[in-house]
């Protein structure tokens, strides 16, 4: 009874003994003008080693592996590549580390120009397309930075960590069509890109409708010159029947009045 119970402690203990040893890793991120460099360094080689590896965000990076011994690994990224790489060592159990790199906010506009009519509101959206987050959003126009007035709603913002949409009220055709600027801060830096706004006018909204009434218009002219073109003809066949005894008359009475207008002289 005492025998089973050391051994199945043993047995208990022998993975937990190798966890706690897990071999240590020293990490580094270096920026290299474009480049940033990225270097794990086993510092117990003293353990089994059965091979190394990199991974981005979860995903195995097989090619572009650079391994310069056994116990010490370098990647080498764009600047801009940001995420979690993890280097890992073959150990039993195998060991690594996770390097968080960061870059500068890069933001990219929701759409690069946006249209919509006076009076009317539009939606400036900005994104943003790395990591960490902005913490803050900063918008302007000609130079100047765009500050909210909560009692003329001309300006909201909704900002968020990957986001920030302007909201801008009571469209002016002149003043508000311009190009925006959205730029994101964080501990790594700035990035921004722009946005342009045109204003329609009311009446330019109009013009596709304008335009089918014109071809009517045209189409309906078409037709009736068509049709009074048309008539003379039919008329003239017309007289050969119908119309002729009654034109004759009329000549007939017109004839009388004038004999009579001489008489009367
Ligand atoms: C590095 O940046 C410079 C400008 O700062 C640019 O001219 C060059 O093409 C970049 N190189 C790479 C590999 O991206
Ligand atoms: C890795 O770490 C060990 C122990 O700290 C050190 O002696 C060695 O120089 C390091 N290797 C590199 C390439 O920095
Ligand atoms: C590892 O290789 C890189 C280039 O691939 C080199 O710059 C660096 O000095 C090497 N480091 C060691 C410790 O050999
Ligand atoms: C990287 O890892 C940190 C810490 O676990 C986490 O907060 C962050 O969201 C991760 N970043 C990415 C891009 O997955
Ligand atoms: C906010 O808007 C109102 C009305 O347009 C104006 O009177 C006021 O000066 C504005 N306040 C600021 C701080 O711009
Ligand atoms: C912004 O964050 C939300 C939720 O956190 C996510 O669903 C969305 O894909 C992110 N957008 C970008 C551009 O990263
Ligand atoms: C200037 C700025 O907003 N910096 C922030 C960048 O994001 C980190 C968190 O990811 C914040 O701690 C910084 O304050």
Redesign the pocket.
């Known amino acids: 009874m005492f025998l089973l119970c050391f051994s199945v402690a043993i047995i208990m203990c022998l993975p937990s003994y190798h966890s706690f040893t897990a071999a240590e890793i020293t990490t580094n991120i270096v920026q290299m003008g474009n480049s940033t460099i990225l270097t794990c360094n086993l510092t117990d080689p003293a353990i089994g080693l059965s091979g190394n590896y990199w991974m981005k965000?979860d995903k195995s990076l097989e090619s572009n592996v650079k391994t310069n011994s056994s116990t010490f690994l370098t990647y080498i990224i764009k600047s801009t590549d940001w995420?979690?790489y993890t280097c890992v060592f073959g150990t039993t159990p195998s060991s690594s580390a996770?390097l968080?790199v960061k870059v500068a906010p890069q933001v990219k506009p929701y759409k690069p120009s946006e249209h919509a009519d006076e009076n009317e509101k539009v939606n400036l959206k900005c994104e943003l397309h790395s990591?960490p987050p902005a913490l803050k959003w900063t918008w302007s126009v000609n130079g100047k930075v765009i500050s909210g007035n909560e009692s003329d709603e001309k300006y909201v913002f909704l900002d968020s960590g990957n986001k920030s949409i302007l909201t801008i009220a009571n469209l002016d055709m002149e003043k508000d069509a311009q190009e925006y600027t959205c730029e994101a801060e964080n501990e790594s830096g700035k990035g921004s890109t722009k946005i342009q706004l045109r204003v329609r006018s009311r009446l330019a909204a109009l013009w596709p409708f304008l335009g089918i009434v014109a071809e009517v218009i045209i189409l309906v002219t078409i037709i009736f010159i068509y049709e009074k073109r048309r008539k003379p003809d039919e008329l003239a066949d017309d007289d050969d029947s119908g119309s002729a005894p009654l034109k004759s008359n009329a000549a007939v009475n017109h004839k009388d009045k004038n004999i009579r207008q001489r008489n009367s002289n």
Do not use: A, D, I, L
Request: aromatic letters at 16%; glycine letters at 16%; hydrophobic letters at 15%.
């Open positions: 965000n995420g979690n996770v968080e990591y």
